[in-house]
């Protein structure tokens, strides 16, 4: 669901939630968003 008045592009990475996951497993998710986030800026802005 989007927030109301958002006119924007939704991404949805179905990420695992942290909670109560080892710090190994805390690790690849931390890992796995910074991926995605790092992504998104490329395409976002190539130059950077």
């Known amino acids: 669901m989007s927030p109301a008045g958002w006119a924007g592009e939704n991404r949805d990475w179905d990420l695992d939630d942290p909670d109560g996951k080892s710090a190994a497993e805390v690790g690849r998710i931390r890992d796995e ?16």
């Open 33 to 48: 968003t910074e991926r995605h986030v790092n992504d998104l800026f490329d395409e976002v802005d190539p130059w950077r």
